[in-house]
């Protein structure tokens, strides 16, 4: 029987390659709970628990973000541009692979989620903003 963790187990084999404490780059939780990190273990691989590798992240004047998107996604999803112009930071767009979508994936300020987008405009402003 396969171990439903199986494809996680591999990727955390792949993090073991690179790093001696593979657990810093992975969150566990019970499913529908909150995502926790591991602090000094490897993990369990309990069939009770959902685990997946932490979002990569970028730094950006002392601010860690999420990684940009850097693959376009599937079309009719729907994602997060860093925006400027509005109080908000972040603008919402559905994925019809036109120009513009390619465009701001080229630009690197596109998000899976509203609160990464929000951050990155932060970070980004953050050069600029008087005390």
């Known amino acids: 029987m396969k171990n439903k963790h199986a494809k996680e187990i591999m990727m955390y084999a792949e993090d073991w390659l690179e790093t001696n404490k593979p657990w810093e780059r992975w969150r566990f939780r019970i499913p529908g709970g909150e995502w926790k990190d591991f602090t000094r273990s490897h993990p369990t691989w309990s069939e009770i628990h959902e685990y997946r590798r932490k979002p990569k992240t970028i730094t950006i004047n002392g601010f860690d973000i999420p990684e ?7 079309n009719g999803t729907i994602y ?24 701001m994936l080229a630009k690197s300020i596109c998000h899976s989620t509203e609160e ?16």
Do not use: C, Q
């Open 68 to 74: 940009p998107m850097r693959e376009s996604p599937i």
């Open 80 to 103: 997060w541009v860093v925006d400027f112009y509005s109080d908000k930071g972040a603008e919402d767009f559905k994925w019809n692979d036109d120009a513009f979508d390619f465009k």
């Open 116 to 131: 990464a987008a929000k951050l990155h405009a932060k970070a980004l402003l953050s050069f600029t903003k008087k005390d």
